[in-house]
């Protein structure tokens, strides 16, 4: 009696070491991943100080935008467009004359104007 009652304590015994041996290597599996996205993450802040450090990229590209000079383009631009606008203004104004000019002497060859 007492050896049949230790092999089923053995038993049980194996079957929790088997849960256990399971449990471990998922720990193990686990490890390896947190451990590795860890690393990951590290290399991430490490790229992310080197771009926003003093001579990262964006510190560099930031730099750049304060130094544009933003009045002085807008004061280009606006006056290179009221220049565009004045000669178009008057290529009309040429247009409007020479045809003004063209139909009165299509209409003195026609022989309606006198």
Do not use: H, Y
Request: with cysteine; hydrophobic share 45%; net charge neutral.
């Amino acid at each position: 009696m007492t050896e049949s009652l230790i092999l089923q304590k053995l038993d049980r015994l194996e079957v929790q070491m088997d849960r256990m041996i399971k449990t471990v290597e998922l720990i193990a599996v686990q490890e390896v991943r947190i451990n590795s996205l860890d690393s990951q993450v590290k290399e991430l802040w490490l790229k992310r100080d080197e771009d926003f450090g003093t001579n990262g990229v964006v510190t560099q590209v930031k730099n750049w935008q304060q130094s544009c000079p933003r009045d002085s383009i807008k004061e280009t631009m606006t006056a290179q467009w009221a220049l565009m606008r004045n000669s178009v203004n008057q290529q009309w104004v040429v247009i409007a004359l020479l045809s003004s000019v063209i139909c009165g002497m299509l209409l003195k060859l026609l022989g309606v104007l006198g």
